[in-house]
């Protein structure tokens, strides 16, 4: 007897809503910043956390979470130049990494003091975490952030310049992703230089005329209580589906 196609199609979404593993990385690289300390970004812009100042802003990188409830505590942020180690940056065990919301963005700056008091509820999305590699130092040497959970694996990464692009990130631009943040993101997705540079906000691109879209990592996400209400819901649904197809038959 041939298996009731409605009935597969309830239980896939089932075994999806109560926790199957995502395809994607649970949190990928968004921007950084290669303006050396001495120079300004190109084309007279400036960016709308630090206005237009030598530098802009020190050596900062912009990561996003993808996965949501996304426990980050003792992951590893490693930082290279041509090749070789820069820095190795691990995140504190503070209680506000144990859960970050899917859309969190997490600034990590050497010149930036540390502030995590973030609250996504009242639509604050960003987390800054202070500590010091060098960013705005690697212009030209393939400048690459790998990102490491707490036992070490590589859930993203390297990406960077010298992966995509291959080369091109100027001493007074920044290197940004211009696509929407999501699962599919990968080192090789669409990864430019600019000179938009948006310190702790979505990336921008094309002159300011695109503006990265978060909604669907920021929609609402059902609570386990609610997810197993509804599953319950679709486990009904089947059998309902599977009596059907028996009296049919």
Same mark, same amino acid.
């Given at each position: ?8 199609? @309830? ?55 993808? #996965? ?17 180690? $820069? ?14 919301? /899917? ?11 540390? $502030?995590? #008091? ?15 590699? =060098?960013? %705005?130092?690697? &212009? *030209? ?9 707490? /036992?070490?694996?590589?859930?993203? %990464? ?11 990130? %100027?001493? $007074? ?32 691109? =094309?002159?300011? &005329? ?15 209580? /609610? ?9 009904? @649904? ?8 028996? *009296?049919?038959?």
């Amino acid at each position: 007897m041939k298996p009731d196609v409605r009935f597969v199609a @309830l239980l896939t979404g089932v075994a999806a809503l109560m926790g199957s593993p995502a395809l994607g990385a649970p949190m990928i690289l968004n921007e950084y910043n290669a303006v050396k300390d001495a120079n300004f970004l190109k084309n007279s812009a400036s960016d709308p956390y630090f206005g237009q100042v030598a530098g802009n802003g020190g050596d900062w990188m912009e990561l996003v979470v993808i #996965s949501d409830m996304l426990d980050v505590r003792g992951w590893q942020i490693e930082t290279n130049q041509a090749g070789s180690l $820069d820095a190795l940056i691990t995140l504190p065990s503070d209680p506000v990494f144990a859960a970050l919301r /899917s859309g969190t963005i997490l600034t990590i700056a050497e010149l930036v003091p540390t $502030d995590l #008091s973030y609250n996504p509820a009242a639509n604050d999305w960003w987390i800054n975490y202070q500590a010091s590699f =060098s960013a %705005g130092d690697s &212009t *030209h040497s393939n400048f690459q952030v790998t990102i490491r959970d707490a /036992s070490s694996q590589v859930v993203f %990464g390297p990406a960077g310049e010298g992966i995509n692009p291959a080369s091109g990130i %100027g001493s $007074d631009e920044v290197f940004k992703l211009e696509e929407n943040p999501s699962a599919l993101i990968t080192p090789l997705s669409n990864y430019n230089d600019g000179s938009s540079s948006t310190f702790g906000a979505p990336n921008v691109w =094309s002159k300011g &005329t695109i503006t990265q879209d978060f909604s669907a990592l920021r929609s609402v996400v059902p609570e386990p209580a /609610s997810l197993l209400v509804l599953a319950g819901g679709l486990i009904g @649904l089947a059998r309902k589906a599977r009596r059907t197809g028996r *009296h049919r038959a």
